[in-house]
């Protein structure tokens, strides 16, 4: 399971690490747990109209956790290396980062739901993220917004169970490390293990 900020290359990781394991003859499935955030904010720009963090909140919230939810749904069908991209980690650091409380229904889900072999933080300087943000063109995040949702996701009090990998430099030395980290986790080549939950 990958997470991060916005700008670390969560989705280009996952994508290259599934490839990578079919590459080799392996069975691997991308799941994605998107908020609808890039959307909403989209929409938000267009119209001029600013959602208040609370509202942002529930919409964000509802969307990730029913994807979250499916996406354990065919995880449990799958032999083979899952990855997810993002999970309900995602929704407990903004909440962090609006001053939000962190509720209880997310903490109970996230230690309900079957637990990842490997839960990996893409770690990347606020900086560079913004520039990739901006590289991409498709929305806009304030370079203060990363570097306090950085800050939030490694005040997480799950923080110190994540696998923190750097995710500067190419998609091909950051997918190198995503497979050093699965070797070292699990004693084999990424692709060769079958997990029982989402790496």
Known sequence: MLTGIDGSGKTTAARALVGAAR???????FLGNYAGRR???????????HVPPRLADVLET?????????????ARRFHG???MDRDLHCQLALRRMHGLPRGRVLPFLIRALPQPDLLIYLD???REAHARVLARGTDS????DLESLRGAYR????FPGFTSIPADGTPAEVL????AAITRAFGGPAGEHSPAGPA
């Open 23 to 29: 590459g080799e003859g392996n069975g691997a499935l």
């Open 39 to 49: 959307q909403m904010s989209l929409i938000s720009a267009r119209l001029g109209v």
């Open 62 to 74: 509802t969307v990730r956790t029913v994807n979250v939810l499916n996406s354990h749904r065919r």
């Open 81 to 83: 290396l899952v990855v």
């Open 124 to 126: 990347i300087a606020p």
């Open 141 to 144: 995040e304030r370079l203060e």
């Open 155 to 158: 005040s997480l009090p799950e």
């Open 176 to 179: 190198a490390r995503l497979q």
